[in-house]
């Protein structure tokens, strides 16, 4: 139920008091069940980043770690398009209990952020990528389509989504490209 709310409602929608009236519980009795209000929300992130996780992971049966970061970003593009609720609480939302660079992250507790991490490493490992720090990049990567993403919600690219989704991608070509050891191809080529 608490999920529902969250969903047509968002964070705010969201209330012990109104979780349980919906189940039939009195006010008092809902909290036999969560300690409160945040509780019950690092449940939905955990849901929201177990969604996630699946979006991901559908990225990684492409033949090299670039390839497979292009598809990362295509698959966080997508979640946040598909599931703007949750994309919008677990990454620009406060909450409690959000992970923190680089000490979450390097010892992957992070929860997502290492399937990114584990590919530029790797393309660093092969000769693909330039020498530097794989948290380090994949943070910046991570940051770039975080930041086109916050300005796709904000409205910034209008409404076609085919649109948003050509100046995406060449945006995230023109900041692999740059980290790359490859000489630049086209995307349609990979």
Not at 36 to 48: C, N, Q, S, Y
Not at 67 to 85: I, N, Q, T, V, W
């Amino acid at each position: 139920m608490a999920r529902r709310l969250f969903l047509r409602r968002g964070v705010d929608g969201v209330s012990m008091r109104k979780i349980a009236g919906a189940v039939n519980l009195s006010a008092t009795a809902i909290y036999r069940h969560y300690r409160d209000k945040d509780e019950l929300l690092d449940e939905i992130t955990e849901e929201g980043f177990r969604l996630f996780r699946e979006y991901l992971s559908d990225a990684l049966g492409a033949p090299t770690p670039l390839d497979r970061m292009h598809g990362l970003a295509d698959r966080y593009l997508d979640f946040a398009m598909e599931h703007p609720r949750h994309y919008d609480f677990i990454f620009s939302l406060p909450r409690r209990n959000v992970r923190t660079f680089p000490g979450d992250f390097a010892s992957r507790h992070d929860l997502t952020f290492h399937i990114l991490s584990d590919q530029v490493e790797q393309a660093i490992q092969e000769g693909q990528m330039v020498l530097d720090d794989p948290l380090e990049v994949a943070l910046s990567i991570w940051s770039h389509v975080h930041g086109l993403v916050a300005l796709q919600r904000a409205g910034r690219f209008g409404h076609d989504e085919e649109e948003i989704r050509t100046i995406y991608r060449r945006s995230l070509d023109r900041l692999i490209r740059g980290l790359s050891t490859e000489p630049a191809r086209k995307r349609s080529e990979r």
